[in-house]
């Protein structure tokens, strides 16, 4: 499916995201709640952000406070409240966040560190893995996880770039990017699809039977097919005039893509052509791939460089890679 952005005017649009719209600013002079979490008992959001830090929102009063970390060996004299991307190989930069619906345990996603888990308490991650086939994880990006087996699918979206080199990867045309899974029993990483270019957010479908996954640079996402333990030739899913991010799954078993960025606001010349009179920033499809509704940025600032659109108990979190505060939009 091709979003052209002139048949968006036929589809359902929330209203101006400003309307029903706060934000939950994050301490200090930190950036990038990439991801967005919920717990097993409804608690969050949870995000990772630019430090390295998995942080709680405890509500207004209390706000965000830690909940992990990805290493016994981050120096918080140098880490805490830290923006600065070339300190993320020694802070971490956690990206995808989901908790295991049964354990209740976080599984991070975590840029340099690899796959890692919390359990419900929080406190310091444990290592799963952080390499496969012989190749170290460069770039460790999203992840979901199997409801009844308890396994994990990630992407690995470089076996070159890292992520404070994201511009290079894209520029490049990298295709190195991997799918994978991490069997919690036992313990193994299996390498389920290579030459992806900048694989990004992963989502299996309400049932188990498929998972989609984002290509950044090629703007398509794509469909998997799950046949046990591994998957079949993916499909055409939906192609896309501006960059996947991360795909989340909402209760009824649909799908946001977060679209975060091509947006108008860089191109204000072009505003006038046809597909650039809308401007969605996240998209939701249903299972079959027809789009059911758009987030609309109406080309301000506030929706830049989502991440992330999470959809909880009938509100929207949205998540970015560079702002300094969580997105909470209202119905």
């Known amino acids: 499916l091709l979003i052209n952005l002139n048949t968006i005017l036929c589809q359902p649009l929330f209203g101006n995201p400003l309307i029903n719209y706060h934000q939950l600013d994050l301490p200090g002079g930190l950036i990038g709640p990439e991801s967005i979490a919920f717990d097993c008992n409804g608690r969050g959001p949870y995000v990772g952000v630019s430090d390295g830090r998995i942080l709680l929102w405890q509500g207004p009063q209390l706000g965000w406070t830690e909940f992990a970390i990805p290493s016994p060996n981050r120096d918080r004299r140098v880490c805490d409240g830290s923006a600065d991307d070339n300190l993320e190989a020694e802070c971490g930069r956690p ?102 270019a900048f694989p990004n957010g992963v989502a299996l479908s309400k049932d188990n039977s498929f998972l989609l996954l984002a290509e950044t640079t090629t703007m398509r996402i794509s469909k998997f097919p799950i046949v046990g333990n591994g998957i079949s030739t993916p499909q055409l899913f939906a192609q896309l005039q501006r960059n996947p991010d991360n795909i989340q799954r909402n209760d009824n078993g649909e799908f946001w893509v977060a679209l975060n960025n091509g947006r108008s606001t860089y191109f204000p010349f072009a505003y006038w052509l046809p597909w650039f009179r809308k401007d969605p920033v996240g998209v939701k499809y249903d299972e079959a791939g027809q789009v059911v509704r758009v987030l609309d940025g109406y080309g301000g600032t506030t929706l830049e460089f989502v991440s992330e659109v999470h959809e909880h108990n009938r509100i929207f979190y949205l998540g970015s890679v560079l702002k300094p505060y969580v997105g909470v939009l209202g119905q």
């Open 95 to 196: 990206l995808g966040l989901k908790f295991h619906p049964a354990s209740c345990d976080l599984y991070i996603a975590d840029a340099y560190f690899g796959l890692l888990m919390v359990g419900p308490n929080g406190g310091v991650a444990k290592p799963l893995a952080n390499s496969a086939e012989g190749l170290p994880f460069r770039f460790t990006n999203a992840l979901d996880i199997h409801n009844e087996t308890g396994v994990v699918y990630f992407t690995d979206s470089s076996i070159i770039f890292q992520r404070r080199q994201n511009l290079l990867e894209i520029q490049n045309g990298d295709r190195t990017g991997r799918l994978m899974t991490y069997d919690p029993r036992s313990k193994e990483v299996t390498v389920l699809f290579r030459g992806l």
